[in-house]
């Protein structure tokens, strides 16, 4: 079975360099490298990242976390363990 897993974040000021997106989905292999990366705005409900659509619970689990910190979830937005 592959694994399918994400790296979500809130972007600090810093990290954004003057762009509105404030929200990054990372879609991971299954070593944990990015395979692609989408950065987004608060109310955006749909992404596409490598070719594939993120799953809206990952999307909200973004939208949770603090300003500069992140998160490995899983297809339903649960936090999952790192490796």
């Known amino acids: 079975m592959v694994r ?3 790296f979500v974040r809130r972007l600090s000021s810093r990290e ?3 762009s509105p997106e404030r929200l990054e989905v990372q879609l ?3 070593s944990g490298r990015a395979l692609g990366i989408g950065r ?3 109310d955006t ?6 070719g594939q659509e993120v799953p809206v619970p ?3 689990a973004a939208k949770r976390r603090p300003v500069g910190s ?3 979830v899983d297809r339903e937005g649960r936090s999952i ?3």
């Open 4 to 6: 399918e897993w994400y």
């Open 45 to 50: 409900e749909q992404l596409e990242v490598a």
């Open 70 to 72: 992140g998160d490995y």
């Open 81 to 83: 363990p790192a490796f």
């Open 28 to 30: 991971l292999d299954r």
């Open 58 to 60: 990952v999307l909200a």
């Open 40 to 42: 987004f705005l608060e």
């Open 16 to 18: 954004r360099q003057g």
